[in-house]
């Protein structure tokens, strides 16, 4: 079946440091891969994505790469700041029915990120 | 600005009581999602709709209900049937299926 398996966090890092949350999956066929970030008390937001193997997403100085070969898409910063301070979850997407608008997102367990200054 | 938006924040449900949660979306998005959030873990989809006066049953449906009146609107109601309600529950929608879901601000929904 489709799953995705995130590192357990939390990890704490000083700012400015370089961050690492690994992602693997197990999916059939091609999915599309996303990184979700979580802010105390609200919702998820997209921070980026990657449909096809090889592709790169990156937004806000993060960056994951879709990786077939290993089933990775490790979400990476080369420098974080306090605010980065929040879970952030992996999830693969794949769609539930042939031309029609609904798709299903499995997601990781999440990974708390805590930034210190 | 175009959103998904719900409503209440905050939720206390008494035992023996249904209660609903409003999910209102702005972005013309066809589909829309319930998931339920606990600690420590991920997502999991309860109900899902790709079209009005349609829908379906997620992972999780056992002790709550949905309704699809209007492409805009997406409650959820969670029924007394549901032994444990105590979660974080999030609202999304979706235009054309290969797109990513679009989140709401969820509410958290407590039982005095």
């Known amino acids: 079946g489709n799953s995705v398996t995130q590192m357990e966090g939390p990890v704490t890092l000083s700012e400015e440091a370089f961050l690492t949350i690994n992602c693997t999956y197990t999916?059939?066929?091609?999915?599309?891969l996303f990184w979700y970030v979580q802010y105390p008390g609200e919702g998820l937001q997209l921070l980026l994505k990657?449909?096809?193997?090889?592709d790169k997403g990156s937004n806000k100085g993060f960056e994951a790469t879709y990786r077939k070969e290993t089933t990775s898409f490790h979400l990476e910063k080369g420098s974080v700041q306090v605010s980065d301070s929040a879970v952030y979850f992996c999830?693969?997407?794949?769609?539930?029915?042939?031309?029609?608008?609904?798709?299903?997102?499995?997601f990781g367990t999440g990974t708390l990120l805590a930034v210190q200054p | 600005d175009g959103g998904i938006t719900q409503s209440p924040k905050y939720l206390f449900r008494k035992e023996g009581q249904n209660v609903t949660l409003s999910c209102e979306q702005n972005?013309?998005?066809?589909?829309m999602y319930w998931y339920r959030q606990d600690p420590g873990q991920g997502l999991r989809l309860i109900y899902y709709?790709?079209?009005?006066?349609?829908?379906q049953k997620g992972d999780i449906a056992e002790g709550y209900s949905v309704s699809r009146e209007k492409k805009e609107s997406f409650p959820l109601t969670v029924t007394s049937a549901q032994k444990n309600p105590t979660a974080f529950y999030l609202c999304?929608?979706?235009?054309?299926?290969?797109?990513?879901?679009?989140f709401g601000d969820g509410t958290r929904l407590s039982i005095l």
């Open positions: 972005l013309n998005h066809d589909a």
């Open positions: 990657a449909t096809k193997a090889d």
């Open positions: 999916a059939t066929g091609y999915p599309s």
């Open positions: 999304a929608s979706s235009s054309s299926g290969g797109q990513p879901q679009h």
């Open positions: 709709s790709q079209i009005v006066n349609d829908f």
């Open positions: 999830a693969l997407l794949f769609l539930m029915n042939y031309g029609g608008a609904t798709n299903k997102l499995i």
